[in-house]
């Protein structure tokens, strides 16, 4: 998956560099979501997509947090803006305004938690319900470096995503594996069409997002 | 909901007993192994042990950074560790003889509680040992029934897990302070169950457990969240009604008196829930730097919840120049969750000087209060009487609908959040200069903001199909179930004009609140410096600049009053 594509990983600050009109880059802004049960480790596949790090002591979410994280597909830097949920079902009232305009989300569970793969599946629910009808979904396994104490298996995951529609990954924060990957695939899955801002500028993109206008909800030039 | 049992069949309910049997197998489990702590029985898996490194600096609250703390630290210590020896003399004076209303405790809790004072002092504010003493045994019975009956024990348990990790007391796995919060916390959602487990409320505990005994923190818990001072509960139960209510008050106090940043957030998308959720539920942890966090703790203590409202317009009027300056969401929420906890840039003393001066203001402007409480952020029922959970919870099923609460919840937040887009929208109608230039950037703000004023079928699309309804705004404050209190507020929410004049008035002809030149000194510039290696964020004009920005901001409400 994703050869073509390079991750700006550490070095986002060079892939994001604004081209002065001399060179063709588009530059794509997207909200990203992410979604599940708590110490699912949804705090630590952020950490290890946008800082390449991972963290056995990462401070479990209250709230939520916000991490940006620009990647490279071809001629488009694809800048995410990440919001991080807490995974404790009081703040459940609080995910819709954080989903409300996202372009993507990422429902995270653990291979060794079954309870977390019903979650992910209300999760998946509520998304198709409530948010924005285009909305990108990733399915994400994660904690695949325990997968030989694993309960929830791949296949029976890879059945329901497709049944579904969601785009589905194993992965693991700790070792690192299809974190940039599973980004990516949402990248690349995601409209990149010319639409009708320009620079960027983040101003208003969020707010008319929430518009149904399907062709030209996401992308800058 | 257990009452649609009656619809399940036999293997449901086979189904259930095996459910309930693996969670209570799971909380027996959990709590062996905090019983065993230590003890090398307890095989704990190399991955959830940090190993110690000891080129790590531990600073003297025990928090570990990654490289040596600056020299510079050293004389500067030095010098601080004297005075704080005198420090502690005088307090163990006046902790001899408590009183709390006393000016001189007041001014000695702003200048800082000493270091070796905090566990007497902070026990003190919040009356713990006349609690223990009150409620002999209560703490031991709610544990034990803990250990039968908690319904909270995964949960806590992962956040025990990853609480404070890079502080000594806290970093290996099953240590004494790691068994005493996980054992507090699940003892209180016992003796709490209308609250249960909130996270959040382990950082509470962990901090309080940084200077207290387990039994000392878990009656100075309950202080933070019985107590009307603190009233915690309210934050923490499910819908977060204090939260709204405090955020609304934020929301005010910005409209108020800084109308160009909170216009600024607005055009930018910032709704203050996307920065402060930390500020109001764990009193600034890991948003400011760990020393200046205790000194407002210390402050919150005596003073109670409106310190937390002017602290958190304090951070934001100090740093207004900075924020003012970016351009984007995730630059200005970087500044105020990341920055400022990494290096806030003025230094503590500075800041609570600051923070006292606008409590002082915000008294004067009747807004350092927030609207009255509604009944709901009480606990209702009386607390440490055990009442079994109801099978749902024991089992640790989710919900997969909105309770009632949680719908309004949503709706609340998503109404504040366009009030606010409305507002800006029509003081930018105003401000000619801004829109009049054209230039696309805020053509494009405002277009955005239009639609997301104007078209509620649009925002609120979501919240139809899930049959939530967005009412009218004007209820906001009808509902006070204490209408004693004459604030601002009794009127509702549309006495804007009332209210700003009023503020206006104070504002021009009152002097306490202008940061002067002899209010910034230039010694603070450079004890700034050599206390954070750089500072960055003190911008020259700081202080001329800002009293006419603000009188900027009058006369452009006077012009649309
Ligand atoms: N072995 C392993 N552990 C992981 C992995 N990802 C996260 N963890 C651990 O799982 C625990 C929870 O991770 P978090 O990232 O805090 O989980 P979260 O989903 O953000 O949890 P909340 O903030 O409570 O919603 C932490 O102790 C992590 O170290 C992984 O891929 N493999
Ligand atoms: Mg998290």
Not at chain 1, 78 to 97: C, N
Not at chain 1, 112 to 134: G, I, M
Not at chain 2, 85 to 112: H, Q, S
Not at chain 2, 521 to 528: E, S
Request: charged share 25%; proline share 3%.
């Amino acid at each position: 998956m994703a050869t073509t594509a390079r991750s700006g990983g550490n070095a986002s600050g060079s892939s994001a560099q604004r081209p002065n009109g001399t060179q063709q880059n588009k530059n794509c802004q997207f909200k990203l979501v992410l979604l599940g049960e708590s110490a699912v480790g949804k705090s630590s596949l952020v950490l290890r997509f946008v800082k390449g790090q991972f963290h056995e002591y990462q401070e479990s979410t209250i709230g939520a947090a916000f991490l940006t994280q620009t990647l490279c597909i071809e001629d488009t830097v694809v800048k995410f803006e990440i919001w991080d949920t807490a995974g404790q079902e009081r703040y459940h009232s609080l995910a819709p305004m954080y989903y409300r305009g996202a372009q993507a989300a990422i429902v995270v569970y653990d291979i060794q938690n079954q309870d977390s793969f019903q979650r992910a599946k209300t999760w998946v629910k509520e998304l198709h319900k409530q948010a924005s009808p285009n909305i990108v979904i990733a399915l994400a396994g994660n904690k695949a470096d325990l997968s030989n104490i694993r309960v929830v298996e791949y296949e029976e995951a890879k059945q329901y995503a497709e049944e579904n529609g969601l785009l589905f990954m194993e992965t693991s924060a700790k070792t690192g594996m299809n974190v940039n990957d599973i980004f990516l695939a949402i990248a690349k899955k995601l409209p990149k069409n010319d639409g009708a801002n320009n620079q960027g500028a983040p101003a208003g993109r969020r707010l008319n997002d929430n518009e149904n206008n399907r062709q030209t909800n996401n992308c800058c030039k | 909901m257990t009452n649609n049992i009656s619809s399940k069949t036999i293997t449901a309910l086979d189904d259930q007993e095996a459910l309930l049997q693996r969670a209570a197998d799971e909380r027996e489990a959990i709590f062996n192994r905090y019983s065993l702590g230590l003890d090398p029985k307890n095989v704990v898996d190399p991955w959830e042990n940090p190993t110690f490194e000891l080129y790590h600096i531990t600073d003297k609250y025990g928090f570990m950074h990654d490289s040596r703390l600056p020299d510079t630290r050293d004389s500067q210590e030095l010098q601080r560790t004297k005075i704080e020896l005198e420090r502690d003399k005088k307090w163990m004076k006046m902790l001899a003889n408590w009183n709390p209303n006393n000016e001189k405790v007041r001014r000695r809790v702003f200048k800082g509680i000493p270091d070796r004072m905090r566990w007497p002092a902070w026990k003190k504010l919040l009356n713990v040992d006349e609690l223990i003493v009150a409620n002999r045994d209560k703490y031991a019975s709610m544990l034990a029934l803990a250990r039968k009956y908690s319904t909270e024990v995964r949960q806590i348990d992962s956040d025990v897990n990853r609480q404070f990790r890079d502080n000594v007391a806290y970093r290996q796995r099953y240590s004494v302070k790691q068994c005493s919060l996980f054992n507090v916390l699940n003892a209180y959602s016992i003796y709490n169950p209308e609250l249960g487990y909130c996270q959040g409320m382990a950082c509470l505990a962990g901090v309080l457990l940084l200077f207290m005994q387990e039994e000392e923190a878990f009656w100075a818990l309950n202080q933070l969240i019985i107590d009307r001072k603190y009233a915690m509960h309210g934050l923490f139960i499910e819908g977060f009604p204090k939260l709204t209510r405090f955020l609304e008050h934020h929301d005010r106090i910005m409209s108020k008196m800084m109308r160009k940043l909170h216009q600024h957030f607005m055009k930018h998308n910032v709704d203050a829930i996307l920065y402060s959720i930390k500020w109001f539920f764990v009193i600034f942890v890991e948003r400011i730097p760990y020393s200046l966090a205790l000194r407002v703790w210390d402050i919150y203590l005596l003073e109670g919840d409106r310190v937390v409202t002017a602290m958190a317009v304090t951070i934001l009027y100090l740093h207004k120049h900075e924020l003012l300056r970016l351009n984007d969401m995730d630059s200005i929420i970087e500044y105020l969750q990341v920055k400022l906890h990494k290096n806030f840039g003025y230094n503590d003393d500075y800041v609570i000087e600051a923070l006292e001066r606008m409590m002082k203001k915000l008294k004067d402007l009747k807004l350092d209060v927030a609207p009255p409480a509604k009944a709901n952020e009480f606990p209702v029922r009386p607390l440490g009487q055990f009442i079994e959970a109801d099978i749902e919870k024991k089992i640790g099923r989710r919900r997969s609908e909105y309770t009632d609460n949680e719908k309004q919840v949503i709706t609340d937040v998503i109404l504040r959040s366009e009030q606010n887009a409305v507002e800006v929208q029509s003081t930018m109608s105003y401000e000619t200069s801004e829109c009049a230039t054209g230039d696309a950037y805020s053509m494009k703000t405002y277009r955005s903001i239009t639609s997301l004023a104007t078209s509620p079928a649009v925002s609120s699309y979501s919240l139809y199909s899930n049959g939530f309804v967005v009412t009218t705004n004007n209820k906001l404050y009808n509902n006070d179930i204490d209408n004693n209190t004459t604030s601002a507020y009794n009127n509702g929410h549309n006495n804007h004009g009332n209210n700003y004049n009023s503020y206006s008035h104070n504002y021009r002809h009152s002097n306490s609140y202008s940061y002067s030149h002899t209010m910034l000194p230039l010694q603070n510039h450079t004890d700034a410096e050599v206390d954070y290696g750089h500072v960055d964020d003190l911008p020259p004009e700081f202080n001329e600049n800002d009293a006419n920005v603000d009188d900027d901001e009058l006369s452009v409400q006077n012009t649309r009053l």
